[in-house]
C-alpha cells in the first residue's frame, strides 16, 4: 500500500508560480512512475505530466515549457514546479503513483490562478 500526500497548493496571480511536492508513505517495494494529474470544474481530469524512476518525463501539451516535474527517489517525493501560471490552470492537482502492482491517488490540492 502507497500513501500519497501532497502541498503547496494556493492562490497565485497569472504570471505566477507555485511548487507542488507530494510524498509517499506506506509499504512498497519500490515505484515505477509518479505524477500529476488535474480536474477543472466540469472538466474531465487529464495528466499533467509524470516521471519515471529512470527520470524520463511526459508533460500535457499545454504545460510544456511551463512546468517542470522531477523526482527524489531516496525520499520517495516526486514535484511539480510550475511557472507563468495562467487562469486555465487553475484545478485540483491529484499525485500518482504506482508500484508495479496498483495505482495510487491523493487526496489533491487546489491551484488557483487568479487576479
Known amino acids: 500500500q502507497v500513501q500519497l500526500v501532497e502541498s503547496g497548493g494556493g492562490l497565485v496571480q497569472p504570471g505566477g508560480s507555485l511548487r507542488l511536492s507530494c510524498v509517499a508513505s506506506?509499504?512498497?517495494?519500490?515505484?515505477?512512475?509518479m505524477g500529476w494529474y488535474r480536474q477543472a470544474p466540469g472538466m474531465q481530469r487529464e495528466l499533467v505530466a509524470d516521471?519515471?524512476?529512470?527520470?524520463?518525463?511526459n508533460y500535457a501539451d499545454s504545460v510544456k515549457g511551463r512546468f517542470t516535474v522531477s523526482r527524489d527517489n531516496a525520499k520517495n517525493t516526486v514535484f511539480l514546479q510550475m511557472n507563468n501560471l495562467k487562469p486555465e490552470d487553475t484545478a485540483v492537482y491529484y499525485c500518482?503513483?504506482?508500484?508495479?502492482?496498483?495505482?495510487?491517488w491523493g487526496q489533491g490540492t487546489q491551484v488557483t490562478v487568479s487576479s
Open positions: 500518482t503513483a504506482d508500484d508495479y502492482l496498483h495505482d495510487y
Open positions: 516521471i519515471n524512476s529512470g527520470g524520463s518525463t
Open positions: 506506506g509499504t512498497f517495494f519500490s515505484i515505477k512512475t
